[in-house]
């Protein structure tokens, strides 16, 4: 799953005369479930299952309301 983004130049506020830095801007492309997105997260460990990760993922949607 490749995270897409822009390079976005911003100014620094509190130093006007410094120079501009150059920061990479998260871009949306799409929609991923919660059960592929465990998928993708187990695959990167060798000790934790999709349906363990999936679990937390719920457990982390229902305590951020």
């Known amino acids: 799953m490749p995270v897409k983004f822009n390079v976005v130049e911003r100014k ?9 830095k150059f920061y990479a801007s998260a871009k949306a492309d799409g929609e ?3 059960k592929a997105l ?6 990167g460990s060798t ?3 999709d349906t ?10 229902k305590s951020a309301h």
């Open 52 to 61: 363990d990760v999936l679990a937390v993922l719920n457990d982390l949607t």
């Open 32 to 34: 991923v479930s919660l």
């Open 12 to 20: 620094n506020l509190l130093d006007k005369t410094a120079a501009p």
């Open 38 to 43: 465990a998928k993708e997260i187990a695959q």
């Open 47 to 49: 000790t934790v299952s």
